[in-house]
């Protein structure tokens, strides 16, 4: 089974965002030796590349990508209702910050925190970008077709 895993560091404490089995998304928070977890802290629907940061103001957001396979799709951008997580915590889906259906064909990998020399804070979303080149998927349908496999 798929299993997506994403660390981060949150000041003290280092978390650990993962997609559990497809089943629902997990975060916990990592042992001081960091070869385990705590247990769940959190749990939210399931979403793939996910990237989990933090707001100056101490408010915990993910933006993830639904599971759809090879296909892009819209991201979901989610904000912690709090600034701790716990089961109790409530996530408040803030829908796709892209505004573009496909989102551009990218799917979360990091979002960085950058400061300006004025002290202006912004994140700068990071992403893999998922190009499906319709040449390509003709060239593998005809070798499936040449070695006897009809799946599509």
């Keep these: ?17 993962r997609s559990c089995d497809n089943s629902y998304t ?9 070869l385990n977890t705590t247990g769940l802290l959190s749990k939210h629907s399931v979403y793939e590349g996910m990237a989990m940061f933090r707001h100056p103001n101490k408010t915990y957001y993910i933006i993830g990508s639904h599971l759809t396979g090879w296909n892009p799709n819209p991201l979901i951008l989610l904000r912690s209702d709090g ?6 915590t409530q996530w408040i889906d ?4 892209t505004h573009d259906a ?10 960085v925190p950058f400061t300006t020399t ?35």
Excluded at 83 to 88: M, P
Excluded at 94 to 97: A, D, R, V
Excluded at 102 to 111: D, E, I, L
Excluded at 123 to 143: L, P, Q, S, T
Aim: glycine fraction near 8%; charged fraction near 30%; hydrophobic fraction near 25%.
């Design 1 to 17: 089974r798929e299993r997506e895993e994403r660390e981060v560091d949150v000041g003290a404490q280092t978390l650990h965002c």
């Design 26 to 34: 997990g975060i916990s928070k990592l042992t001081d030796n960091y």
């Design 83 to 88: 600034t701790t997580l716990s089961n109790k």
């Design 94 to 97: 803030m829908g796709n910050p």
């Design 102 to 111: 496909t989102s551009f064909n990218t799917q979360p990998t990091y979002v």
């Design 118 to 152: 004025a002290g202006h804070s912004y994140f700068i979303y990071m992403a893999d970008n998922w190009v499906v080149r319709e040449e390509r998927e003709g060239a593998k349908r005809e070798r499936r077709e040449l070695n006897g496999h009809r799946r599509m």
